[in-house]
């Protein structure tokens, strides 16, 4: 049985930080890629990065770059996202996936190809 579950989602200030941990479980192989979309409040799901299986390279959305890290232990089956400098605007529902059978962060932008967990809050208000 395919599990994901995120956790480590909150309220947070302007300008604060946050980590998210996502853990999966029953997947075929460990070094599967695995993405962090989000989803705002009335909008689509969104992109924010991926991480290969083997976590040598990853993908980040522009408005996240050098403010988001993406990184995975595959000892403990998880993968985290840091996010550092938050904004208003990186408010929502933060879903963690692992790509079913795929190592590569290619065409990641589509959420099809990903098994996703249940979401994590993130509010970002002061």
């Known amino acids: 049985q395919l599990q994901v579950v995120e956790s480590g989602g909150g309220l947070v200030q302007p300008g604060g930080s946050l980590r998210l941990s996502c853990e999966y479980s029953?997947?075929?192989?460990?070094?599967?890629?695995s993405a962090w979309f989000r989803q705002a409040p009335g909008k689509e799901r969104e992109p924010v990065s991926c991480i290969t299986g083997s976590g040598s390279k990853t993908n980040l959305a522009d408005s996240v770059k050098g403010r988001f890290t993406i990184s995975r232990d595959h000892n403990k089956k998880a993968v985290y996202l840091q996010m550092e400098h938050l904004k208003p605007e990186d408010t929502g529902v933060y879903y963690c996936?692992?790509?079913?059978?795929?190592?590569?962060?290619?065409?990641?932008?589509?959420?099809?190809?990903?098994?996703w967990g249940q979401g994590t809050q993130v509010t970002v208000s002061s």
């Open positions: 996936g692992v790509r079913v059978g795929v190592y590569h962060c290619r065409e990641y932008d589509d959420p099809s190809s990903f098994s």
């Open positions: 029953g997947f075929t192989s460990d070094y599967l890629a």
